[in-house]
């Protein structure tokens, strides 16, 4: 398995409708999970964090199963301006290696 | 606009010269990392630094490029020379540590002719 594994899509999504993505990783020590949102040629910018409880940002739910050793996320009622790269980025806090994914991309569709 | 500061912007030169990178992370933050993102790919860390030790530099490839971080604040990305593969985008991060949110700057295109 590789380190961290995303669905690199395109995801095709009409607007209003609700999309969730995964993204599985292999090392279970790691300790801390991000969502990462990347416009084209632009830099990554920092979505949510990932806690062992789940956490949810208004349209936005991310959620962590540790059993499977993947982390998700949930865009209810997606906007246009939702269509980028999302990224899914592991720590291992043990070895202080950082693995970034390589993307899933959206596209919402009018 | 991004917290972590670096420059150029752009840059582009021909493949055998030497380029560098600047980064000035956000003040306080003791990690600072640097990437390598092709495009279509995710960022690929190149180094991490935390203060102005490397914490990890197994990506580096260390025939060519060159990071330092000497005061433990702003670094420098040196890459000589220069090949037609290194065309990509280098991002620099910072975050207060280890484990935390990675703040982006807005990073260095580069193309190699």
């Known amino acids: 398995r590789k380190e961290v594994e995303q669905d690199p899509g395109p995801f095709n999504v009409p607007e209003g409708a609700t999309v969730a993505f995964n993204c599985t990783y292999s090392n279970s020590a790691s300790q801390s999970f991000f969502w990462y949102r990347q416009d084209c040629r632009k830099e990554p910018k920092l979505l949510m964090s990932?806690?062992?409880s789940g956490n949810e940002d208004g349209r936005f739910t991310a959620q962590l199963n540790r059993a499977s050793q993947y982390i998700s996320l949930l865009i209810r009622d997606s906007k246009l301006s939702d269509s980028a790269t999302y990224l899914c980025v592991v720590d291992s806090n043990r070895d202080d290696k950082i693995i970034f994914g390589k993307g899933t991309r959206l596209h919402i569709l009018p | 606009e991004a917290e972590v500061a670096q420059s150029p912007r752009y840059k582009i030169t021909e493949k055998s010269q030497a380029v560098a990178f600047w980064c000035d992370p956000i003040s306080g933050h003791a990690t600072l990392y640097w990437y390598r993102q092709i495009l279509g790919q995710g960022p690929e860390l190149l180094v991490q630094?935390?203060?102005?030790?490397?914490?990890?530099d197994s990506q580096l490839p260390k025939d060519r490029f060159s990071a330092e971080r000497l005061k433990g604040v702003d670094s420098t990305l040196k890459i000589q020379p220069a090949e037609l593969g290194d065309s990509a985008m280098y991002l620099c991060?910072?975050?207060?540590?280890?484990?935390?949110?990675?703040?982006f700057g807005d990073g260095t295109r580069l193309s190699i002719l």
């Open positions: 990932v806690y062992s």
């Open positions: 991060a910072s975050s207060s540590h280890s484990g935390q949110p990675q703040h």
């Open positions: 630094f935390q203060d102005e030790s490397v914490v990890d």
